[in-house]
């Protein structure tokens, strides 16, 4: 089984400074913009979700290249 290589990281919320060190290099943060929270989805192979918005089938489709949602809180 081959390895994925995760390089953009999507977060609705903002990401703690002790939690951003844990994050390498080489991944892009994907910040949501709060005037159009899902314009920048579609890169996001990896979602840090909050409860700001709905995880549910449309949204999903927005994200073609998405591999793994891990929940805050």
Same mark, same amino acid.
């Given at each position: 089984?081959?390895?994925?290589?995760?390089?953009?990281?999507?977060?609705?919320?903002?990401?703690?400074?002790?939690?951003?060190?844990?994050?390498?290099?080489?991944?892009?943060?994907?910040?949501?913009?709060? %005037?159009? &929270?899902?314009?920048? #989805? @579609?890169?996001?192979?990896? !979602?840090? /979700?909050?409860? $700001?918005?709905?995880? %549910?089938? &449309?949204?999903?489709? #927005? @994200?073609?290249?998405?591999? !793994?949602? /891990?929940?805050? $809180?």
């Amino acid at each position: 089984m081959s390895q994925i290589e995760f390089t953009h990281l999507w977060h609705e919320a903002p990401i703690l400074s002790d939690a951003l060190s844990l994050i390498p290099e080489n991944v892009t943060l994907l910040q949501a913009p709060k %005037d159009n &929270p899902t314009a920048n #989805l @579609a890169q996001a192979q990896a !979602i840090l /979700a909050s409860s $700001g918005l709905a995880y %549910d089938g &449309p949204l999903m489709d #927005l @994200a073609p290249n998405l591999r !793994i949602i /891990a929940r805050t $809180g």
